[in-house]
């Protein structure tokens, strides 16, 4: 970019952002957006709605970005006049309290730099191991003929790897407790932010007393987990004895409630995404045989029931499938932020540079699953194609943010590394050990919650393939 075309859009008026149409006079678009949140982000992609205002609860008319140029803006180029929005900074707070996915600014980036080394490249790859023989240990207990809800065993079995791996201790006993008290937790944040007037976790409505119960249920697990291992004094080497064993500059530990806090972070954003991205993959399978035909095909090559790190260069096929599922239905579907100051965002993707004033306080919405369904990056963007990731040189390779599965930018996945390797090694055993067939022909929808989920589950009949 040469320093004219900057001058240049330094003194262009920005261009105007238009208020997407149908806002009821009084309640805006709330009632739109509560009946079909992800219909209006796929709406937005096949309408080429690059940005656009939206008119929500309390006066708020946040603007959604559908471009992925404009994504680069907000997440990349001009992060630091953003912060998380108010939705999850406030609704999330009382579950993770001060931890990577809710802090800002020094905190922030303090506990990045210390977190960073335990989900490095070189020390995850140790963890696939156990990933691959707890996947073939789970898979070996389905029963041929017998139906089970997919999602559900997966969540289970990615919260006990989150468990394992970053805490080297077992939650699979606790997954019940976890897994019900998130979901609850999770229900309830989502229904405060689609509501009208979203009442803050602090007043004791009956709705926010179970919330805060079901916090307490977690808690009970997590400091159950630190108090183990301060008891043991041993360090084992994973993300707890890392946290435990860490100081600040001026040589104090991290306290328990921030312990705490990065613990449930990690729990909460460890298996919950993966699992859904798992389920999604497995559902697009069932209904696609081709596909499914060339990864047994694959997966049988290498010959073994619990894949490793080492195998992953052998099952590219998986990787793919990964992507192309997470691309089609994005487990972190949408990425907010506030602006902190005034900010220009501007698009430079046509012949015209395009200014979008964003004003302090703005709520910024990137629209990952729409933009993951533009034509012009993914030709027949609502096919299930995962070639698009082995072929080179095809059109979202070139352009940066046209895939945000993990965001980008500053807060990009401190996990992207672990949850690859782990779905890649999750998908090959169980394809290995079994086909999954759906038990209806109903398509099964999104449901948009904290993250991406088959809305009722995913049940399926196994048929056992050795
Ligand atoms: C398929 C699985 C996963 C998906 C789709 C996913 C997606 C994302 C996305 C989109 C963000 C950025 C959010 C934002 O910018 O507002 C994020 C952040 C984060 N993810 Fe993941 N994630 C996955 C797995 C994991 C795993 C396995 C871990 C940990 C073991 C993890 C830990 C985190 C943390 C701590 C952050 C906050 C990073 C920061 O703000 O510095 N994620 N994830």
Not at 5 to 23: E, H, L, S, W
Not at 290 to 305: H, P
Not at 385 to 413: I, M, Q
């Amino acid at each position: 970019m040469s320093v004219d075309a900057n001058v240049d859009v330094a003194v262009r008026r920005p261009a105007y952002i238009p208020m997407m149409g149908g806002a009821d006079p009084i309640i805006g678009h709330v009632r739109v957006l509560r009946r079909g949140r992800t219909e209006m982000q796929l709406r937005l992609a096949r309408e080429h709605i690059d940005v656009t205002r939206f008119k929500v609860a309390l006066g708020l008319e946040p603007v959604w970005v559908t471009s992925p140029a404009l994504a680069h803006e907000v997440l990349g180029t001009k992060a630091a006049s953003f912060v998380k929005a108010f939705g999850l900074a406030v609704f999330l707070r009382p579950l993770l309290g001060d931890g990577l996915l809710t802090s800002e600014r020094e905190t922030h980036a303090k506990h990045r730099k210390l977190l960073a080394p335990a989900l490095a490249h070189r020390r995850i790859a140790s963890y696939g191991d156990l990933m691959g023989e707890r996947a073939a240990r789970t898979v070996a207990a389905w029963k041929d003929g017998e139906t089970l809800d997919a999602s559900e065993a997966i969540m289970r079995l990615t919260l006990e790897i989150v468990g394992k791996t970053l805490f080297d201790s077992e939650v699979g006993g606790d997954a019940d407790v976890v897994g019900e008290a998130l979901t609850e937790v999770m229900e309830r944040v989502i229904g405060q932010l689609s509501s009208f007037v979203p009442v803050p976790p602090q007043v004791p409505t009956p709705s926010n007393l179970r919330m805060r119960a079901a916090i307490k249920r977690l808690d009970a697990v997590v400091y159950r987990l630190v108090r183990e291992r301060k008891a043991s004094g041993e360090d084992r080497g994973d993300l707890l004895g890392m946290l435990l064993a860490s100081r600040y500059e001026d040589g104090t530990p991290m306290s328990d409630r921030q312990i705490r806090d990065e613990a449930m972070t990690m729990i909460l954003a460890g298996h919950e995404t993966t699992a859904n991205a798992l389920a999604w993959c497995l559902y697009l399978l069932a209904r696609h045989p081709d596909v499914r035909e060339r990864l047994e095909a694959e997966v049988d090559a290498l010959g073994k029931d619990a894949p490793s790190a080492a195998d992953l260069e052998r099952l590219p096929l998986c990787l793919a499938v990964l992507k192309e599922a997470m691309r089609l239905y994005p487990p972190a579907y949408m990425v907010a932020r506030r602006a902190t100051d005034d900010v220009d965002l501007v698009d430079r993707s046509g012949d015209e540079p395009r200014v979008y004033a964003i004003k302090k306080g703005n709520v910024v919405l990137v629209n990952v699953m729409g933009i993951h369904r533009r034509e012009d990056l993914y030709p027949e963007p609502d096919r299930f194609d995962p070639d698009r990731f082995l072929d080179k040189g095809a059109a979202h390779e070139h352009t940066r943010c046209a895939y945000l599965s993990f965001g980008a930018g500053p807060r990009v996945c401190i996990g992207n590394h672990f949850a690859l390797m782990e779905g890649q090694i999750l998908l090959a055993a169980i394809t290995r050990a079994a086909r999954l067939e759906l038990t209806s022909d109903a398509p099964v929808v999104p449901e948009p919650l904290v993250t991406l989920r088959p809305k009722g589950g995913l049940r399926v009949r196994v048929h056992r393939r050795c």
